[in-house]
């Protein structure tokens, strides 16, 4: 079984800092709305947990997967946001949201972006 070893100091630290921050969303989604999409979130985020402290290979693959939900979920918000723009439902948008799906690209793209740059198999 390969194993992984992060070359770059920052990258480990962007990634636990993104899994809190979903943990904690998908937690807070989950006990308000008891939606299955918040458990299939958590627990694609303790499969790479777990993965992360056994340094496992499948750690890349999992880390894509949820970075590449983390862009499709925000790009799609972003889409719904243009669509309330065009029917003129402006009173339908928040700042919240727009800073919501700022976040899940912005780390989606880090994650994806610097995995191959960052991690090294051996």
Known sequence: ???ISFSNKWYPSVLICALLYGMAVSSYNFLLSKNISSVIHLTLIG???VALIFKNSLLGKAVKLWAGLAILGGTLG??????FMLIGKFENLKISQIITHSFHLGVGFVLFYFWDQSVKKR
Do not use: E, R
């Not at 972003?78 to 669509?83: G, K, L, N, P, V």
């Open 1 to 3: 079984m390969d194993y």
């Open 47 to 49: 499969l790479i947990i």
């Open 78 to 83: 972003f889409i719904s946001i243009a669509m």
